[in-house]
């Protein structure tokens, strides 16, 4: 059984950092694609960051150079390192971990909510 622990969101004025983690069991983490998404009020979930197995980057536009992904094999962690945090950032943030052997899975979601 696959089961994600999403931990670190919070609340914090613009300009400020926040790190989210995600915890992964009961999946073969060094091989699975991991990966943040957030849902804001009234908008659709998108993309925020993901990182492959062999350590590929991908980011959204808005996030460019302001967050940066990361993650812990040894540990089954993915990070989200989140710098200049502005209000439009405010959002549920979701983890992400998946294969195409083993499916993919959602964490519970954690709020972020950034005050100008």
């Known amino acids: 059984q696959v089961q994600l622990v999403e931990s670190g969101g919070g609340m914090v004025q613009a300009g400020g950092s926040l790190r989210l983690s995600c915890a992964a069991s009961g999946i073969i983490f060094s091989r699975a694609y991991t990966g943040w998404y957030r849902q804001g009020p009234g908008k659709k979930r998108e993309l925020v960051a993901m990182?492959?197995?062999?350590?590929?980057?991908n980011y959204a536009d808005s996030v460019k150079g302001r967050f940066t992904i990361s993650r812990d094999n040894a540990r089954s962690t993915v990070y989200l390192q989140m710098n200049g945090l502005k209000p439009e950032d405010t959002a549920v943030y979701y983890c992400?971990?998946?294969?195409?052997?083993?499916?993919?899975?959602w964490g519970q979601g954690t709020q972020v909510t950034v005050s100008s």
């Open positions: 990182i492959y197995a062999y350590g590929t980057t």
């Open positions: 992400n971990v998946g294969s195409q052997l083993q499916g993919t899975y």
